[in-house]
Antibody, heavy 118, light 109 residues
């Protein structure tokens, strides 16, 4: 059974850093396209970043240069390093798996809340 | 970047009624790489439809998707109490950067 479990969210001050983790089971993270998608309180879904099975990474313009997606194959875990955080980064962050190279997302984690506030 | 516009923003209907949700793309969506997701409060999104018209595993047949090019529709033939939720369309396949529509909330009238 495919499972994605995020952790690492919390309250952080503007300008601070946070690292989110997504522990996967039931499949191999390095064999799939893996994304982070966020949802600000009461708002819609916003794609944040993706890492391809080959290792290529892509980012939304709103986080480019501040966020870094990575994975640890030995731990079957996806990460999102978030630096220079802003109030507008406050959101629930979901880890998501793509079923194939089309990028279609078939599984989502339960999400972890990041709050950026002083 | 493809922009997806969903309408209406809110749909107020009664159980048993038919729901028709629209998703319009700013440019043609290649190979009908258009998906629909359902999201209930406090939960992650759930995949309903992919490839514009294929139902995901375990999705009841009262959910159907149609359309191509720039105009897509999600239809719920007869609303069940558990169908009241927010629905998002999403394009994939043409770019690493996935895009979502703003969502349509289906609420109980």
């Amino acid at each position: 059974e495919v499972q994605l479990v995020e952790s690492g969210g919390g309250l952080v001050q503007p300008g601070g850093s946070l690292r989110l983790s997504c522990a996967a089971s039931g499949f191999t993270v390095s064999s799939n396209y893996m994304s982070w998608v966020r949802q600000a309180p009461g708002k819609g879904l916003e794609w944040v970043s993706v890492i391809y099975s080959g290792g290529s990474t892509y980012y939304a313009d709103s986080v480019k240069g501040r966020f870094t997606i990575s994975r640890d194959n030995s731990k079957n875990t996806l990460y999102l390093q978030m630096n220079s955080l802003r109030a507008e980064d406050t959101a629930v962050y979901y880890c998501a798996r793509s079923v194939d190279s089309s990028g279609l997302i078939d599984y989502w984690g339960q999400g972890t809340l990041v709050t950026v506030s002083s | 970047e493809i922009v997806l516009t969903q309408s209406p923003g809110t749909l107020s209907l009664s159980p048993g009624e038919r729901a028709t949700l629209s998703c319009r793309a700013s440019q043609s969506v290649s190979s009908s790489y258009l998906a629909w997701y359902q999201q209930k409060p406090g939960q992650a999104p759930r995949l309903l439809i992919y490839g514009a018209s294929s139902r995901a595993t375990g999705i009841p047949d009262r959910f159907s998707g149609s359309g191509s090019g720039t105009d897509f529709t999600l239809t719920i033939s007869r609303l069940e109490p558990e169908d009241f939720a927010v629905y998002y369309c999403q394009q994939y396949g043409s770019s690493p950067r996935l895009t979502f529509g703003g969502g349509t909330k289906v609420e109980i009238k």
